[in-house]
């Protein structure tokens, strides 16, 4: 089954209040779910011009949308805004995002350029990931200097890998951290108070599965809680 997090955007208080536009994009969006089992998690409705790109039931969704896992669901790409940049900005934020209308829309494809440059960024990586293991395997096998600093430079690679984890965990924490206070302002304070918590409202841990008391304290201790 597939988890969603509804976005509406209609551009005039006028619309919001009659549901002229807020319909049809709901007609759209429930055909897109009968025909996929969707499991509605939440849904937004934003009243603001796409001209404008703060949008405070936008950030909501994304929030949502990124720390359960589940895939924000417009009916249409132009209700999320038609500035290439913003657009991108949204593919970029971690959360997933899909429209009623162009359901074979990935985010490789909202902008030609951003995928011309994430695939020049790829195909260096790749290119840099071959020398090192070239150069690594060669220093193995003939055991010269050259190879000897090879297997630095790789460790000091592996150095970032580590890190790069690090700080993508640190940033998955600080999304779930509101969600923690909230919790706790409810009364919910205990590790397995929290745990539930989390797992009623579908957030995933960092490696998607269930929470646990243990995950819970290693969260608490990733984002300086008491």
């Known amino acids: 089954m597939m988890k969603v997090v509804i976005y509406y955007r209609v551009s005039t208080?006028?619309?919001?209040?009659?549901g002229l536009g807020l319909d049809a994009q709901r007609i759209a969006v429930e055909q897109y779910c009968?025909?996929?089992?969707?499991?509605?998690?939440?849904?937004?409705?934003?009243?603001?011009?796409?001209?404008?790109n703060d949008r405070p039931k936008l950030?909501?969704?994304?929030?949502?949308?990124?720390?359960?896992?589940?895939?924000?669901?417009?009916?249409?790409?132009?209700?999320l805004?038609?500035?290439?940049?913003?657009?991108?900005?949204?593919?970029?934020?971690?959360?997933?995002?899909?429209?009623?209308?162009?359901?074979?829309v990935n985010d490789m494809t909202v902008g030609i350029l951003a995928v011309v440059a994430e695939e020049e960024r790829k195909a260096i990586s790749a290119r840099t990931s071959a020398a090192l293991q070239a150069a690594k395997a060669k220093g193995r096998k003939l055991g010269n200097p050259n190879g000897a600093a090879a297997l630095r430079r790789a460790g000091k690679g592996n150095s970032a890998s580590v890190k790069a984890i690090k700080e993508a965990a640190d940033r998955h924490a600080n999304d779930i951290a509101p969600i923690i206070?909230?919790?706790?302002?409810?009364?919910?304070?205990?590790?397995?108070?929290?745990?539930?918590?989390?797992?009623?409202?579908h957030i995933r841990t960092p490696r998607g599965g269930a929470w646990h008391p243990t995950s819970v304290k290693n969260l608490l201790n990733r984002v300086g809680f008491g």
Do not use: I, W
């Open 13 to 18: 208080v006028a619309q919001g209040r009659s």
């Open 34 to 52: 009968r025909g996929r089992s969707c499991e509605v998690l939440d849904e937004f409705v934003e009243v603001e011009s796409g001209k404008y």
């Open 59 to 79: 950030a909501e969704a994304l929030h949502l949308a990124k720390v359960t896992g589940a895939t924000m669901l417009v009916a249409k790409m132009d209700r």
């Open 81 to 104: 805004s038609r500035n290439a940049a913003f657009l991108l900005t949204l593919r970029d934020s971690g959360a997933k995002l899909v429209a009623a209308d162009q359901p074979d």
């Open 181 to 201: 206070r909230h919790l706790r302002d409810q009364g919910r304070v205990s590790l397995r108070e929290l745990a539930a918590g989390l797992n009623e409202r």
